[in-house]
């Protein structure tokens, strides 16, 4: 899809074609592309940070493992225990933050010089992601209260029947498909939208400083370019922001369903 | 369980508006897309749409109301026997 701005202009939108960038030329369903070298990548450089911010762990910390123990911290604390309950969310402590750290690094990704690809916006990345925290939602709630139990507990009690099968219907479609769903395109769609802007006013400035041959251009190009850098700023905001609210969504569902009615 | 004393019923007010969303997506879908199978049906275009989605949109408001909205007013000893329900 290339969109012209005026007649015989040759400026190329940003399309979803700039999504996928097979590389070493593969092709298909098995080619490695830009964003499989980028979430390996993210393996190599979350690994790295956390050996070194828990080597020689001190007392008085270094600044790496302050940084390390905040983040670990908030995940704990934060999204951990304060949402599942003290009584047995530790065991869903290494869940949480690795998949806060996961999306965090990958979402940090698209505006690291060089790197500036962020994973998850290829939708198969934000799929598998709310797969895991969707099967496990759900195996947690069987374990915890059995098969029964756990149908029993997605709906709210004490209605009267005629109200309950209109709701019955809503709460499975709920729990087995929007959930999962909302996951994984509110991730995907704020990382693909925020990387196509960029995308955009990069190109965009650059194309009417460069290539449009109209002097009265150049000012209109900077300003593109400033508005790079201010969304850039914002990108910050919304690649924080959706690794939170990612993992935040994946503490309540598992919260939901080892929630107890006594 | 020993923590529930401390734990509010149900995850904290600005966490819980993140899950609300689910079942204020959930609701128009399903019941606007029931209707628009019975207007498939029945022959009847736009009707039982419309009644769907702004009933759907209605049944999600109520289930978000009993799920998070009554915590705070319901006695534990009220009608249900499962006084409080989390999330």
Known sequence: ?262 | MDDDAHRPAGPPGEAAAWTVLAYLISGPLLYGGLGWLADRWLGTKPIFVFVGILGGMALALYVVWVRYGTHDRRPPSASDDAGHHCE
């Open chain 1, 1 to 262: 899809m290339s969109a012209m701005l005026a007649a015989g202009s040759g400026f190329e939108a940003p399309s979803t074609a700039d999504f996928w960038q097979p590389l070493f030329g593969t092709d298909g369903p098995f080619a490695i592309t830009r964003a499989s070298i980028v979430i390996l990548l993210s393996a190599v450089v979350i690994i790295g940070l956390l050996l070194l911010g828990t080597r020689r762990l001190a007392v008085v910390p270094t600044k790496g493992q302050y940084l390390t123990e905040q983040v670990y911290g908030m995940v704990r604390n934060g999204l951990g225990r304060d949402i599942i309950g003290s009584h047995d969310f530790l065991k869903f402590v290494p869940l949480l933050f690795s998949m806060f750290v996961l999306i965090l690094v990958n979402n940090l990704f698209g505006i690291i010089p060089l790197v500036q690809f962020p994973t998850m916006s290829r939708i198969g990345f934000p799929v598998g992601l709310a797969l895991v925290v969707f099967v496990i939602y759900h195996l947690v709630g069987i374990r915890a209260k059995g098969l029964g139990g756990h149908f029993k507990h997605m709906i709210p009690p004490g209605l009267p029947l005629p109200v309950l099968l209109l709701i019955v219907p809503l709460e499975l479609l709920t729990y087995f498909f929007t959930r999962p769903v909302t996951l994984a395109l509110r991730l995907f769609g704020n990382m693909f939208a925020g990387h196509l802007l960029l995308v955009l006013f990069a190109a965009g400035g650059e194309y009417l400083i460069l290539h449009s041959n109209v002097p009265g251009y150049v000012p209109v190009g900077a300003f593109s370019y400033v508005m790079a850098f201010v969304m850039t700023v914002f990108e910050i905001l919304v690649e924080f922001l959706q690794a939170y609210i990612f993992t935040l969504l994946a503490a309540l569902y598992i919260a939901g369903s080892l929630a107890d009615e006594h």
